[in-house]
T-cell receptor, first 115, second 110 residues
Framework: KAGVTQTPRYLIKTRGQQVTLSCSPI?????VSWYQQTPGQGLQFLFE???????NKGNFPGRFSGRQFSNSRSEMNVSTLELGDSALYLC??????????????FGPGTRLTVL | GEDVEQSLFLSVREGDSSVINCTYT??????LYWYKQEPGAGLQLLTY?????DMKQDQRLTVLLNKKDKHLSLRIADTQTGDSAIYFC??????????FGTGTRLQVFP
């Protein structure tokens, strides 16, 4: 089975712009979670989608949003970019059952640099 | 609160055992995980342990769980240079998200 794929792998934007990142989960997985990784804050949970519905959301401002499509692919969007949004954004997929205990498998990440 | 702690660095000689420690806070966590991150890469799931287990062994990896003290450890036997990476423990409380530790950078020297 193919793993979790994320596109693009690298992205450079300027302050004030917006960005959309994409994640394709492992075939058959229905849950997609997004995490932000920075040197200062470590790995922080952004949000999780299951069957096109957001089930849980972390403590990020409303500039961070996401969605999930019927084929389980997910996108996250960050509007009005700030320098502090520079990070590695990781997507994880899990679960064919929708159980909260399903193991999460991560993609390689998208490295976003905001100038 | 949600706080998973790990020591930041560990340096070991090739062939020795490495032990990476983690303390977590949420006793309701059903599963506890260990992930590995190599430079420029995402997170690779190494192993996990169910909360009603004390120990799990998987080839060179041994996970020990002390639920009373909320302490988790990962032992890597016969550590190799290819094991050099950052290791994250993570807990999974009864929500659909992982709470990660700060990560331990393991450096293996010849």
């Amino acid at each position: 089975k193919a793993g979790v794929t994320q596109t693009p792998r690298y992205l450079i934007k300027t302050r004030g712009q917006q960005v959309t990142l994409s994640c394709s989960p492992i075939s058959g997985h229905r849950s997609v979670s997004w995490y932000q990784q920075t040197p200062g804050q470590g790995l922080q949970f952004l949000f999780e989608y299951f069957s096109e519905t957001q089930r849980n959301k972390g403590n990020f401002p409303g500039r961070f949003s996401g969605r999930q499509f019927s084929n389980s692919r997910s996108e996250m969007n960050v509007s009005t970019l700030e320098l502090g949004d520079s990070a590695l954004y990781l997507c994880a997929s899990s679960g064919t059952s929708g159980s909260l205990a399903d193991t999460q498998y991560f993609g390689p990440g998208t490295r976003l640099t905001v100038l | 609160g949600e706080d998973v702690e790990q020591s930041l660095f560990l340096s070991v000689r090739e062939g020795d055992s490495s032990v990476i420690n983690c303390t977590y806070t949420d006793s309701s966590s059903t599963y506890l995980y260990w992930y590995k991150q190599e430079p420029g890469a995402g997170l690779q799931l190494l192993t996990y342990i169910f909360s009603n287990m004390d120990m799990k062994q998987d080839q060179r990896l041994t996970v020990l769980l002390n639920k009373k003290d909320k302490h988790l450890s990962l032992r890597i036997a016969d550590t190799q240079t290819g094991d050099s990476a950052i290791y994250f423990c993570a807990e999974s409380p009864n929500t659909d998200k992982l709470i990660f530790g700060t990560g331990t950078r393991l450096q293996v020297f010849p």
